[in-house]
Nanobody
Framework: QVQLEESGGGLVQAGASLRLSCAAS????????IGWLRQAPGKEREFVAI????????YYSDSVKGRFTISRDNAENTVYLDLSSLKPEDTAVYYC???????????????WGQGTQVTVSS
């Protein structure tokens, strides 16, 4: 069993930066790729980024590539998502989730966090 807890969301202005954290607990947490997904009101859940267990593989959606950076500290069991040059369209609830392999997908995640709200004002 793996528990995931997000933090770091908030209300920011366009162009600002934020760091989201996903703290993982459970003996097997390091065995999973960790992804970030987001869901805006009235929209489908969207893939944002994912990092493999050994950090070698990192994938991003086209909408965030070059602006967001995913990283992982396995010693701290924490995955980070650094958001920069934020836009109002980045407003969403951001979730971290665990799956067995790093793939650009919204499906196949075994464990989910509760989400953290990011709101970007124009």
């Amino acid at each position: 069993q793996v528990q995931l807890e997000e933090s770091g969301g908030g209300l920011v202005q366009a162009g600002a930066s934020l760091r989201l954290s996903c703290a993982a607990s459970g003996r097997t947490a390091s065995n999973y790729a960790i992804g970030w997904l987001r869901q805006a009101p009235g929209k489908e859940r969207e893939f944002v980024a994912i990092i493999s267990q050994n950090t070698y593989l990192r994938y991003y959606s086209d909408s965030v590539k070059g602006r967001f950076t995913i990283s992982r500290d396995n010693a701290e069991n924490t995955v980070y998502l650094d958001l920069s040059s934020l836009k109002p369209e980045d407003t969403a609830v951001y979730y971290c989730a665990a799956r067995t392999s790093a793939t650009k997908t919204t499906t196949g995640y075994r464990y989910w966090g509760q989400g953290t709200q990011v709101t970007v004002s124009s």
